[in-house]
C-alpha cells in the first residue's frame, strides 16, 4: 500500500465557506462525461438516486503531489475517499444508488487509479470543467491546476437532494451517503 492509502495526523480541516449552498435543489445539468470505462455518461439522466463525490485528484504511485498538498485544507485524501465508496459499494448499491467518481483529470489518468484500487463503479472526467462550471461548484489552483473541491451530492430524478460539503475527513464520506439514503 502507498502513502495515499492512509490520511495524515494533524491534516487541516476545511472550513464551509457557503460554496455549496447553493447547490440543494439545483438540477444536475446536461453535460456528457467520458468514464474510465470509454462510454459517456449524462449524469442528469440517471434514474437511479445518484452519488456524485468530486474530488480534486488523486496521487499516483512514484509522482509526487503538489508542493504543500498537505497544508491545503481538503486537498488530501482522495484514494482513501475512493477506497471507502469501493468498500461501500454493495450497501450504496442495495440502498438504490449509483456511485460516480469526478475529477478533472484526464480519463487516463483516472484509469489507472480506477485499476489499481479496483473500483467497481465509473469515474468521470470532467477535463474541461464543464461540469464543475454549470453546477458552480468550488475550485482552488496550486502548481499551475485548477482542481475541485471535494464536495458530494446526492441526486434524484436530477435533482441534488443533498451535499456534503466540505467532507472531512474524505474516508467518511461514503458513510455520510448511506445516512443519508437511509
Not at 449524469?43 to 504543500?68: A, N, R
Request: hydrophobic share 35%; net charge negative; charged share 20%.
Amino acid at each position: 500500500m502507498s502513502s495515499y492509502d492512509r490520511l495524515p495526523d494533524n491534516l487541516p480541516r476545511p472550513v464551509d465557506d457557503g460554496a455549496c449552498d447553493h447547490l440543494i435543489g439545483m438540477y444536475l445539468p446536461t453535460i456528457t462525461l467520458t468514464a474510465t470505462d470509454g462510454s459517456s455518461v449524462t449524469l442528469s439522466s440517471q434514474l437511479k438516486k445518484t452519488v456524485i463525490y468530486c474530488y480534486p485528484m488523486t496521487g499516483k504511485p512514484g509522482v509526487p503531489l503538489p508542493d504543500g498538498w498537505d497544508e491545503i485544507p481538503g486537498a488530501r485524501g482522495c484514494t482513501p475517499q475512493s477506497c471507502s465508496f469501493r468498500d461501500h459499494h454493495a450497501e450504496l448499491s442495495l440502498l438504490g444508488s449509483d456511485v460516480f467518481g469526478v475529477s478533472t483529470q484526464t480519463t487516463e489518468y483516472q484509469q489507472e487509479m480506477v485499476e489499481r484500487l479496483h473500483l467497481p463503479f465509473l469515474v468521470l472526467s470532467d477535463v474541461n470543467f464543464e461540469f464543475c462550471e454549470a453546477m458552480r461548484l468550488p475550485t482552488f489552483e496550486v502548481n499551475d491546476m485548477r482542481l475541485v473541491k471535494r464536495v458530494t451530492l446526492i441526486a434524484d430524478k436530477g435533482k441534488v437532494i443533498s451535499i456534503h460539503y466540505p467532507v472531512f475527513p474524505s474516508d467518511s464520506d461514503a458513510s455520510w451517503v448511506i445516512n443519508q439514503l437511509s
